[in-house]
Nanobody, 125 residues
């Protein structure tokens, strides 16, 4: 069973940048689409960004377009680079995976069946 672990959360000031990492336990993670989701206190989990299994396609929520960039590299890591952070970006961020062969990905949490534990991001002065 593939397992995911997120790294990189923390406290950051508004306007600053932060990069989250999602590390997979197996090398065949390149057969999985990866998504980043977040959940703020009192709110539902929302899709932030995703990248297809071969990295050729990605999607972003409107709220983060132009500020967040998703990428995946060798060594089983997927990254979410977040810039121009806002207080409303404060949330627990989760990465998730689903086996895929379509070179596509979606931002609906029901489409993913493997989840990490999450990492907290706080954007505040």
């Amino acid at each position: 069973q593939l397992q995911l672990v997120e790294f990189g959360g923390g406290l950051v000031q508004p306007g600053r940048s932060l990069t989250l990492s999602c590390r997979a336990s197996r090398s065949d993670v390149d057969s999985y689409a990866i998504g980043w989701f977040r959940q703020a206190p009192g709110k539902e989990r929302e899709g932030v960004s995703c990248i297809s299994e071969v990295g050729g396609n990605s999607n972003y929520a409107d709220s983060v377009k132009g500020r967040f960039t998703i990428s995946r590299h060798v060594a089983q890591n997927t990254y979410l680079e977040m810039s121009s952070l806002k207080p409303e970006d404060t949330a627990v961020y989760y990465c998730a995976a689903v086996r895929s062969v379509q070179n596509m990905c979606g931002l609906t949490s029901e489409g993913y069946d493997i989840w990490g534990q999450g990492t907290q991001v706080i954007v505040s002065r």
